[in-house]
């Protein structure tokens, strides 16, 4: 569906498009009322009726301008109900209820497998990273995340490399392209899978809405790989909407010195499963996601962890590293203590090879690096 081709389908646009309405206060709201038609006729008495401030319905006019950028675009509109809405949303309880879809939407059907981490991942991060995307794509399996910088860049990169299928969650509107330097990237997702979004398009991504990018990643896939995470990084509320909704979590255990580790080791030590490569994906891979069964959690520490974690991305959500970084810094970030290949450093920092080896150079010098026998880099 690229318009609204009735006058329900309008109005529940109208109706989530309202400022303050979400997919709750949605389904409260049609759960009370036969239609959205009615919903909307009613509107201004719900509001009276309420005595608390409730928000004006948006206009119809806003909501088909929107639309129109997006089927101008080449995007599609996908509500719950369609018949080409993803399925293993479907019956998730805090689904979206509408899903704004730039590129293939026949992706968001395929068997889908989340890997997200840091956004300022190590370099042997971010190459275990793209190697996992690209095996499990070569596999048919279609690699998800979220668009941003670090982890999730490698993973949509290492899918596309092989030639399969990636599909990227955005926290705005699939017309905004955040962050910049993903451009190209992002063409390149839109040959090879599918931008998603669940925001109006023309909304710009703010921190709130980075939570319900990581359940939209996590209800479409049927497991979640952390990569690297810090104990505050968004990737743990992924990982944690993974769990509520029945689904696969693996973690990449990592150095205990590392902080990008701590996220991934955490989720191991309470139950978690392990994984060092493609294979421990595959391996028990089922054809769809279990069916959705309403659960407490497991662990009652994983309640107050995943609480501070969800407070802690609210803050950290918003992208911070910017063209602001100076080289060395840059190059500082890419180090763990993992040692990286001096030409996987090349690649991801950006840097000509003789700028990289004086920085390099002068960072063992100053004692913050360590070259290895075979010529491989790590943090001291």
Not at 77 to 103: H, K, N, R, Y
Not at 290 to 313: C, M
Not at 344 to 368: A, C, F, I, N
Request: aromatic share 4%; charged share 20%.
């Amino acid at each position: 569906m690229t318009l609204p081709d009735t006058a329900e389908t309008l109005a529940k646009l109208r109706i989530l498009r309202t400022q303050g309405i979400g997919p709750v206060t949605y389904r409260k709201l049609m759960q009370r009322h036969e239609n959205a038609v009615d919903i909307c006729a009613d509107w201004e008495r719900l509001r009276t009726k309420t005595g608390q401030p409730f928000p004006a319905l948006a206009k119809a006019d806003s909501v088909l301008r929107e639309l129109e950028a997006l089927h101008k675009a080449g995007g599609v509109l996908l509500m719950q109900g369609d018949a080409d809405f993803p399925p293993q949303l479907a019956e998730l309880p805090d689904t979206p209820i509408v899903l704004s879809v730039l590129g293939d939407p026949s992706s968001l059907a395929k068997r889908q497998v989340a890997i997200v981490g840091n956004r300022s991942a190590s370099a042997s991060g971010l190459t275990w990273s793209k190697q996992l995307a690209n095996d499990i794509a070569r596999h048919g399996i279609v690699a998800t995340s979220g668009l941003a910088r670090g982890i999730d860049t490698a993973v949509h990169e290492g899918a596309i490399a092989a030639g399969g299928y990636t599909v990227a969650v955005v926290a705005g509107g699939v017309d905004n392209i955040y962050p910049p330097e993903n451009a190209k990237l992002r063409e390149a997702i839109l040959a090879h899978g599918c931008v998603v979004s669940e925001q109006p398009w023309g909304m710009q991504p703010t921190a709130s809405l980075f939570p319900r990018r990581n359940r939209v990643i996590a209800g479409l896939s049927i497991g979640v790989v952390v990569s690297e995470a810090t104990r505050h990084s968004g990737s743990l509320i992924t990982a944690e909407f993974a769990l509520n909704y029945g689904r696969d979590v693996w973690a990449v255990p990592g150095s205990p010195t590392d902080p990008r580790s701590a996220g991934p080791n955490w989720l191991l030590k309470n139950g978690a499963t392990l994984i060092e490569g493609a294979e421990d994906v595959l391996r028990d891979l089922p054809q769809r996601p279990a069916p959705f069964v309403l659960r407490a959690r497991d662990v009652a520490a994983q309640t107050s962890l995943f609480d501070s974690v969800v407070e802690n991305a609210l803050v950290e959500s918003v992208d911070t590293v910017d063209g602001n970084t100076t080289p060395t810094q840059r190059v500082y970030g890419l180090l763990g203590s993992v040692a990286a290949g001096f030409d996987d450093l090349v690649r991801q920092s950006g840097l000509d090879e003789p700028t990289l080896s004086g920085l390099l150079v002068e960072m063992e010098l100053d004692g913050h690096a360590v070259r290895e026998s075979d010529g491989r880099w790590k943090r001291s």
